[in-house]
């Protein structure tokens, strides 16, 4: 049971460059989500995703696109690199209890320098 | 905007003594949750409350949920080393489904 992978663990862009942060879960986890943490700024959602099939966005969708067709995996991509990107990137899945509340489980993270 | 604000940004404390890192939120928040994530680390979680006015203890940690469900606070009573790393609160806010808003972190230094 690996959890949440994320792949890359670094990356650096130089800024125009497209690239794709990997996410995938074995938990069976119906809920996906990417998030951002920045320095001040805390863990900011960049979009989520309840089910296969279904994506919504979050508080900072801007410069960033997901597709969820499986239950396993929620990829984030970036469609054109810029240094206001440079973060790290962090992938949460969360399994629905009984209360309605996620528990969310975080992957190790992606640091992305953009240039 | 940010949603759910949290205080302080940074505490240093002497090996020993307690901590207390604050959440506030400008709405009503159906459920909160703690997490910790050590430096260089991943947010790992703590605990979650959803009753109004819910006091829940874990070891030396203790997490309240205030009567209105906008404030949430978690004390730690004689820190260790252990405890060094950011502390955020992430709250579940009822109209907006499924968005959990973090707070924006406390990072605690404990100086042995």
């Known amino acids: 049971n690996a959890g949440v992978t994320q792949t890359p663990k670094f990356q650096v862009l130089k800024t125009g460059q497209s690239m794709t942060?990997?996410?995938?879960?074995?938990m069976n986890h119906?809920?996906?989500?990417?998030?951002?943490?920045?320095p001040?700024?805390?863990?900011?959602?960049?979009?989520?995703?309840?089910?296969?099939?279904i994506t919504d966005q979050g508080e900072v969708p801007n410069g960033y696109n997901v597709s969820r067709?499986?239950?396993?995996?929620?990829?984030?991509?970036l469609l054109s690199a810029a240094p206001s990107?440079?973060?790290?990137?962090?992938?949460?899945?969360?399994?629905?209890?009984y209360s309605g509340a996620n528990v969310l489980t975080f992957g190790a993270g992606s640091r992305l320098t953009v240039l | 905007g940010q949603q759910v604000m949290q205080i302080p940004q940074y505490q240093h404390v002497q090996e020993?003594?307690?901590?207390?890192?604050?959440?506030?939120?400008?709405?009503?928040?159906?459920?909160?949750q703690w997490y910790?994530?050590?430096?260089?680390g991943h947010p790992v979680f703590l605990i979650q409350l959803v009753k109004s006015g819910e006091v829940k203890k874990q070891k030396r940690l203790t997490f309240q949920f205030g009567?209105?469900?906008?404030?949430?606070?978690?004390?730690?009573?004689?820190?260790?080393?252990?405890?060094?790393?950011?502390?955020?609160?992430?709250?579940?806010?009822?109209?907006?489904?499924?968005?959990?808003y973090f707070g924006t972190g406390t990072s605690l230094t404990v100086i042995p």
């Open chain 1, 69 to 77: 067709s499986t239950t396993e995996d929620f990829p984030l991509r």
């Open chain 1, 40 to 53: 001040g700024m805390g863990l900011r959602l960049i979009h989520y995703s309840v089910g296969a099939g």
């Open chain 2, 16 to 32: 020993g003594e307690d901590f207390t890192t604050y959440c506030n939120s400008s709405t009503t928040l159906s459920n909160i």
């Open chain 2, 36 to 40: 910790k994530q050590r430096p260089g």
């Open chain 2, 67 to 100: 009567e209105a469900k906008k404030n949430s606070s978690l004390h730690i009573t004689a820190t260790q080393t252990t405890d060094v790393g950011t502390y955020f609160c992430a709250g579940l806010v009822t109209n907006t489904g499924n968005q959990f």
């Open chain 1, 21 to 26: 942060l990997q996410c995938a879960q074995d």
């Open chain 1, 85 to 97: 990107q440079t973060s790290v990137y962090f992938c949460a899945s969360s399994y629905r209890g």
């Open chain 1, 30 to 38: 119906e809920y996906m989500s990417w998030y951002r943490q920045d």
